[in-house]
Every structure is written in C-alpha cells, then in structure tokens.
C-alpha cells in the first residue's frame, strides 16, 4: 500500500502509523458529557468501504494525515492534512472553521 | 449407537461406503425459527449446538453467507490456551479449556485436540518476571502453568537459537501444559453434524442483506433467500460484525475490523512439538500433523475487510521467525491468507443480550477466537435462552467499555491494532 503524503510524496504504508477512525469528535477538555467522551473513546464507525482515517506520517516528516480509504479494496481516494479539523478543540482554537 | 465408531467404520467399509449420511442437510430456509443465528463460523454453529443440547431449543437456523467454515474458524492457526491474566478472562477461557478436553466424545468427531503445551518465552529478566505474575495469576485459579529454565526450553525445543549472541537472548519462558492445538475445520464440521442431527438447519449461500423490525424490535431478517422471522436474532459474524450490524442501524460499535495474516510452509520432519510464542514481537507457531509450520504474527494495523495483507507484516513475521529459528532461513513458505477479526476497544469479547430489543450480539474476539469456540457458544447459547448472561460471559457485556469496567489483558487502552 502506498500512501501520498502532501509533503514527501508516495511512501510505503511501512512509514506511517495508523490512528484511527476519522469520524470521532473529542469533546472539548473541560466538557463532562460523558456520553460523549464514551463516544470519542470507544465508538467507531468501521464501514466496508469508504472510511474517513487519520494517518500519521510517523517515519517521515510526522505530519497528520486525513485520508479516504476503502476497506475492502484498500484503494486510497484522497489525503490531505488532518491539521485544523482533528478535533472540536482544535475547531475551536481556528476561530470555528472545519 | 454412536454415528461414527469402529464398528460402524467397519460395517461401512464392508458396504462399500455406500451408507455414510452427509454431515448436514441443505436444508431450504423455512419461514420462522425460534432462534436465528446470522454466521456460520465455529461460533454459530456452537451456539446452535448447545441451544438444541443444553437447552432442547432445536427450531434453530443458522445463516452462513458462504460456505461452512469459510470464514476465520478455517482461517486460525488452530492454538488453543487459556494462559490469561485478568481472572475474568481466565475464568472464560478455562471453562473454554475445559469443554476442548472432552470435545471430541463430545461431539462424536474427532477434532484432534493435542495438548502439546503452549510456551511463552521471555526475553530480558523483567518480562521472565512478568511471565511468573502472569503463571501465578494462572495457578490462583486453578489453571496450570510452569516457568521453564533455558535449559528445559533448549531440551523441548531444539532448534532455538538460545545462544547468547542471538538477536533477543532468550532468559525463559512460562508453559502451559493443557494448552495445544485443534483441527479448526473438523471443529466446524463436528458442531454443524451435532447441530443438524439434533434437528438445526444449517443453511448455507443466504446472506443477511436487512432486519425486519417492530418498532425497536427485531423480528427477523431479509436475506438472499428471502424473509425469515424469528422470536430471537443472534449475531455471530466476527470481522463482519460492523457490517451486520450497521444494517440493523447501530452504525458505531466498540470495534474495529482489522486482518491478520496466516502463513504455512512446506512440510518439515518432526520439529517443534509445542506451541511456542515470541516475546519481543508477536509471532506464534505450531507444527501440523501434516508436518507444515503454522504461524502468525500481528494484524496489518489498519481497517480492512479484504481477507488478504500486505507486505510489510509478511516481512516483519518471517525476521521475527528467523530471529527464533536461524535453521528456518531456507525453507519455503507454501501458502499466506488472511482473516477479518472484529478488535475490540479492550482486546476481550462481547457476549450479551442486545443491543436491540430481540437481538443478542457475539463479537469481539480479536485474534484469539478460535480456542473461545466451545465456551463462546456455550455461554451465547445460555445467554440467548435465558435472556440473562451466565456468570461466565456476566463481564463481557457491550456497556463495560461506557461503565469503565474494561477487561483489557494487555493493559493497551482503547487502541484495537494494539491488542
């Protein structure tokens, strides 16, 4: 599997480290809806086919990646940054642009 | 009379093998069961098999969407062990252990279940010292376990690289003796024969493509073959379990699917006659009675449904095994396939009632499920006919992950491609 960072290019899977379901929301750090840290921490949405994931360039140049991945083919459709749009807390920080 | 005997073997042979029945009927799906139970893995099909046996519910269908045992209880690398530490993990698995040590009269089908020990070997004095807390844990409830000097583990298994100079010096290891391995597909077949003959349909090539529902309720299923009501739905899809699910709209789950990869080489003389574990990475292997060896390492690390892995884990296995076995670098590997296992937020499974109304849910079982089968089933049988869980499955409900009550061996947190 090759991946396409925005920095370094097309890269062995081998150089990135996988963190995960794109779709989850972190509450804000002061927040005390539990609900909503059970969801951030233990819910994931796990489609057979496209899927929203967050990649991290880790033996590279570290940045984080947002990318579209089928799960059954393994085809990538698109990568970009993930900075900015992580998570609410880093929403909040960029003036509440997604 | 028992089906399968040397008598009836001989009377058989004698007819010319003309009057063997097939193991299961094919039986067309009729229009409402009692139970339905979505997956024709082991562990549907032990459900089946302790609902009809332990409970005389016997109006039972069980959907497999392919063929009988297409799926991950043909896909393991068949280790069976209950060398855990958290006491409701052992207690699970050693009921597990149990249940395997009596299988085969059991079912009247051999599985071949060899208790040839499991060894876990230790690479630095800190990990030794983890495997004794883990063997005492182990020995407190009843299971065994043994630690083994350098010098036992180079008598049992001759060919690891022991000396000092290997690349992860080995210091010791813990055994259990009881653990083995089993002929995955003949557990498969056994369950579905005993199954069957106690008057289950076992119906093949019908996918659940939809729920019917009652309001909340679930009421039965639309699948490739048409509708099919029933009093109870049961999900035991495993690595599908997202799928499934998702069509009965619970789109996110304590899980993720993720494949790990499975390799055989070419057959070899007798050489190792233990299950044997690495340390200083994850790699398991076992010698079949075919004489290939069976081993594994980690899953791929990253959502997949493709019954297929990369490249990079097919390396990092192979160093792994010449790390261990310097003598292995030119034997060929045969064959490589890959399973979807259904990794949950704690590396435990879920056993329960729910999450809908009418619907019971069998799932997460990681990589370790093929020697949960006989207890997985047992307990989701138990829990299906009494709407309550046993005491054995009581911790491995779905909401223990939202109660903080998390059953996390490894101690990893709510990383699945970590457990």
């Given at each position: 599997m090759l991946?396409?960072?925005?920095?370094?290019?097309?890269?062995?899977?081998?150089?990135?480290?996988?963190?995960?379901?794109?779709?989850?929301?972190?509450?804000?750090p002061a927040?005390?809806?539990?609900?909503?840290?059970?969801?951030?921490?233990?819910?994931?949405?796990?489609?057979?086919?496209?899927?929203?994931?967050?990649?991290q360039?880790s033996?590279?140049?570290?940045?984080?990646l947002?990318?579209?991945?089928?799960?059954?083919?393994?085809e990538?459709?698109?990568?970009?940054?993930?900075?900015?749009d992580?998570?609410?807390a880093?929403?909040h920080?960029?003036g509440?642009?997604? | 009379?028992?089906?399968?005997s040397a008598?009836?073997?001989l009377?058989?042979?004698l007819?010319?093998?003309?009057?063997w029945?097939?193991a299961?009927?094919?039986?067309?799906?009729?229009?409402?069961?009692?139970?339905?139970?979505?997956?024709g893995g082991?562990?549907?099909l032990?459900?089946?098999?302790?609902?009809?046996?332990?409970?005389?519910?016997?109006?039972v269908?069980v959907?497999e969407?392919?063929w009988?045992g297409?799926?991950?209880?043909?896909r393991?690398t068949?280790?069976?062990?209950?060398?855990?530490?958290?006491?409701?993990?052992?207690r699970?698995?050693e009921?597990?252990?149990?249940?395997?040590?009596?299988?085969s009269?059991?079912?009247?089908?051999?599985?071949?279940?060899?208790?040839r020990?499991?060894?876990?070997?230790?690479?630095?004095?800190?990990?030794?010292d983890?495997?004794?807390?883990?063997?005492?844990?182990?020995?407190?409830?009843?299971?065994?376990a043994?630690?083994?000097?350098?010098?036992?583990?180079?008598r049992?298994?001759?060919?690891?690289?022991?000396?000092?100079s290997?690349?992860f010096?080995?210091?010791?290891?813990?055994?259990?003796?009881?653990?083995?391995?089993?002929r995955h597909?003949?557990?498969a077949w056994?369950?579905?024969r005993?199954?069957d003959?106690?008057?289950?349909?076992?119906?093949?090539?019908?996918?659940v493509?939809?729920?019917?529902?009652?309001?909340?309720r679930?009421?039965?299923?639309?699948?490739?073959?048409?509708?099919?009501?029933?009093?109870?739905?049961a999900?035991?899809?495993?690595?599908?379990?997202?799928?499934?699910?998702?069509?009965?709209?619970v789109d996110?789950?304590?899980i993720?699917?993720?494949?790990l990869q499975a390799?055989?080489?070419?057959?070899?003389k007798?050489?190792?006659?233990?299950?044997?574990?690495?340390?200083?990475g994850?790699?398991?292997m076992?010698?079949?009675d075919?004489g290939?060896?069976?081993?594994?390492g980690?899953i791929?690390?990253?959502?997949?449904?493709?019954?297929?892995?990369?490249?990079?884990?097919?390396?990092?296995?192979?160093?792994?095994?010449?790390?261990?076995?310097?003598?292995?670098?030119?034997?060929?590997?045969?064959?490589?396939?890959?399973?979807?296992?259904?990794m949950?937020?704690d590396?435990?499974?879920i056993?329960?009632?729910?999450?809908?109304?009418?619907?019971?849910?069998?799932?997460?079982?990681c990589?370790g499920?093929?020697?949960?089968t006989?207890?997985s089933?047992?307990c989701?049988?138990?829990?299906?006919?009494?709407?309550e869980?046993?005491?054995?499955?009581?911790?491995?409900?779905?909401?223990?992950f939202?109660?903080?009550?998390v059953i996390?061996?490894k101690g990893?947190?709510?990383?699945?491609?970590l457990h």
């Amino acid at each position: 599997m090759l991946i396409t960072c925005p920095y370094c290019g097309p890269r062995d899977v081998i150089e990135f480290t996988y963190q995960g379901d794109g779709n989850r929301e972190r509450p804000q750090p002061a927040s005390q809806d539990l609900d909503a840290w059970n969801a951030y921490v233990y819910d994931r949405l796990n489609p057979a086919g496209d899927h929203n994931e967050i990649w991290q360039h880790s033996g590279g140049c570290r940045t984080h990646l947002r990318m579209v991945r089928n799960t059954v083919t393994h085809e990538i459709s698109s990568t970009g940054f993930a900075r900015g749009d992580h998570n609410a807390a880093a929403r909040h920080k960029a003036g509440g642009k997604s | 009379m028992a089906e399968y005997s040397a008598l009836s073997l001989l009377t058989n042979a004698l007819r010319g093998n003309k009057d063997w029945k097939p193991a299961w009927r094919k039986p067309d799906p009729k229009a409402s069961y009692d139970v339905i139970i979505i997956g024709g893995g082991g562990h549907g099909l032990s459900t089946a098999y302790y609902l009809a046996k332990e409970h005389g519910i016997t109006n039972v269908a069980v959907l497999e969407k392919g063929w009988l045992g297409s799926g991950n209880v043909g896909r393991n690398t068949t280790a069976v062990r209950s060398n855990y530490l958290l006491p409701s993990n052992t207690r699970f698995y050693e009921h597990s252990m149990k249940m395997w040590e009596n299988l085969s009269h059991d079912l009247n089908y051999n599985v071949m279940f060899s208790q040839r020990g499991c060894l876990n070997l230790a690479h630095t004095p800190g990990q030794f010292d983890d495997l004794a807390r883990r063997g005492n844990a182990m020995r407190h409830l009843g299971v065994d376990a043994e630690l083994m000097s350098t010098a036992e583990i180079a008598r049992l298994v001759p060919a690891l690289d022991m000396s000092a100079s290997a690349r992860f010096p080995i210091v010791g290891g813990l055994m259990q003796p009881r653990a083995g391995t089993a002929r995955h597909d003949a557990v498969a077949w056994g369950y579905a024969r005993g199954a069957d003959r106690r008057g289950v349909d076992i119906v093949e090539n019908c996918e659940v493509t939809g729920f019917l529902r009652d309001g909340d309720r679930i009421i039965g299923v639309q699948t490739t073959r048409g509708e099919i009501r029933a009093k109870k739905v049961a999900v035991a899809v495993a690595g599908s379990t997202g799928r499934v699910m998702q069509l009965a709209g619970v789109d996110r789950m304590p899980i993720e699917s993720h494949v790990l990869q499975a390799f055989v080489t070419e057959s070899l003389k007798p050489f190792i006659d233990t299950v044997l574990t690495f340390g200083m990475g994850h790699f398991y292997m076992s010698q079949s009675d075919k004489g290939g060896l069976v081993y594994g390492g980690d899953i791929d690390g990253y959502n997949s449904y493709a019954q297929r892995g990369n490249l990079p884990i097919v390396d990092e296995v192979m160093s792994e095994m010449l790390a261990l076995f310097p003598g292995l670098a030119r034997v060929r590997m045969l064959r490589s396939w890959g399973g979807v296992c259904d990794m949950s937020m704690d590396g435990s499974p879920i056993i329960t009632t729910g999450p809908l109304p009418g619907m019971y849910l069998n799932c997460g079982w990681c990589y370790g499920g093929f020697k949960a089968t006989p207890a997985s089933g047992w307990c989701f049988a138990y829990t299906i006919a009494k709407d309550e869980p046993h005491a054995f499955n009581a911790p491995f409900t779905l909401d223990r992950f939202y109660r903080g009550m998390v059953i996390d061996d490894k101690g990893q947190g709510a990383t699945p491609r970590l457990h």
